[in-house]
């Protein structure tokens, strides 16, 4: 069979019975060479296949796809939607070393050249950070020149917004652990107008509290916020770093933006153009979405929302209104499920109580059992 035809029926198996389409695998790797003609992607999805279903059986596998890999890696290097493959099945059978390697092939790829740097793009830059964390390649000490460049070319163009997931700061602050990196970063935090860039301070906030300095960096930004006293639009943006300096306080992995919502309320106060005006409004709707308060979020889009009349603007509050409607529906359906499955759970409790009861002969708790199961 060739690889691409066994590659998608093994996928198809694999969704029902990942032991099963793990020993297909194995069986057609023992029967031939036919592998060594595999491109990366086909031959990454069937390492996983066999690393999740057959862990213990998986190295003989990955040692030869390794030697595939490593040479289409030096033709081409690898993306890391494909690195993340390979990092999963090293991972799954119990290699964490090579789960390293392959994981640092990913960092290389994406950020190892100013042509990467051009080309990846922040969500590619947020996977990669995010696995060197999971794979402790990170903390105090261990900065990422490569990471911090690509970092600052995203600011550059344009692309290291405001609005991105909140774990997304917090995962390329990680590769940031030296002086040198945060210096590279750091000289991005204010754009030629003299106004701060949010994104950047959001991800100095993470920087900051993960080296025990939050309090310093909450102080430095009220000082900004009173150097810029006499320009709103900037004394607006500092307030919105601040409020997010707030928002981590105590824990960067349960953060809520809402924690620093005097600023915000300032913020929303002193905005004087229309971008700014748009930026706090967008992060009062986010933080509000972000808690769960979507009948809050819509409200504050009501009330602000009419105030932009330009196309862009206009058209980045009907995103924010179709992202709420989108998050509370999905929240909806997520409590309904959770109702139909906690009944669930009940009626099968009363009935296992019910067998019991009736097993020992216990009638008084069968006759409250039998009433409880027909309410």
């Not at 389409?21 to 086909?42: I, M, N, R, T």
């Not at 030629?192 to 930004?221: H, S």
């Not at 919502?261 to 979405?289: C, T, Y």
């Not at 499955?341 to 009861?357: G, I, M, P, S, W």
């Amino acid at each position: 069979m060739e690889i691409g035809n066994l590659t998608a029926f093994i996928d198809s198996l694999a969704s029902l019975d990942r032991k099963r389409a793990a020993d297909v695998v194995l069986a057609w790797f023992g029967s031939g060479d036919s592998w060594k003609g595999g491109g990366d992607v086909e031959l990454a999805r069937l390492a996983r296949v066999v690393a999740d279903g057959r862990p213990e059986s998986a190295a003989p596998l990955l040692k030869a796809f390794e030697q595939r890999w490593l040479v289409l890696n030096a033709e081409k290097p690898i993306r890391w939607n494909v690195c993340w493959l390979i990092v999963a099945a090293w991972n799954s059978a119990g290699n964490k070393e090579k789960a390293r390697e392959w994981v640092m092939k990913a960092y290389e790829t994406e950020v190892g050249s100013e042509e990467a740097r051009e080309r990846a793009d922040v969500g590619a830059l947020n996977i990669v950070s995010e696995l060197m964390q999971v794979y402790e390649l990170t903390g105090e000490g261990k900065g990422y020149p490569a990471m911090a460049a690509a970092i600052a070319t995203k600011v550059r163009k344009g692309e290291l917004t405001a609005s991105l997931p909140w774990d997304y700061y917090m995962h390329l602050a990680a590769l940031l652990g030296t002086p040198e990196t945060r210096q590279t970063v750091e000289a991005k935090l204010i754009d030629p107008a003299g106004q701060p860039r949010l994104g950047v301070a959001k991800i100095l906030t993470y920087v900051r509290f993960a080296a025990g300095g939050i309090e310093a960096w909450q102080a430095y930004l009220d000082g900004q916020v009173e150097t810029a006293a006499g320009s709103p639009d900037a004394q607006a943006g500092w307030l919105l770093a601040r409020a997010h300096a707030d928002s981590v306080v105590p824990s960067v992995l349960f953060p809520s933006p809402l924690r620093g919502k005097k600023w915000l309320d300032q913020a929303l106060a002193l905005a004087a153009s229309a971008p700014v005006r748009f930026q706090v409004l967008d992060e009062i709707v986010r933080g509000h979405m972000f808690v769960g308060k979507y009948e809050k979020a819509t409200e504050t889009l009501d009330g602000l929302g009419h105030q932009f009349e330009d196309e862009v603007f206009a058209k980045g509050v009907q995103q924010l209104r179709r992202d709420t409607s989108r998050l509370w529906i999905e929240a909806d359906l997520r409590a309904e499920r959770a109702k139909a499955v906690a009944a669930d759970l009940h009626a099968e409790t009363l009935k296992q109580r019910l067998d019991a009861a009736r097993a020992r002969g216990d009638e008084e708790a069968v006759r409250r059992y039998e009433a409880l199961t027909t309410e």
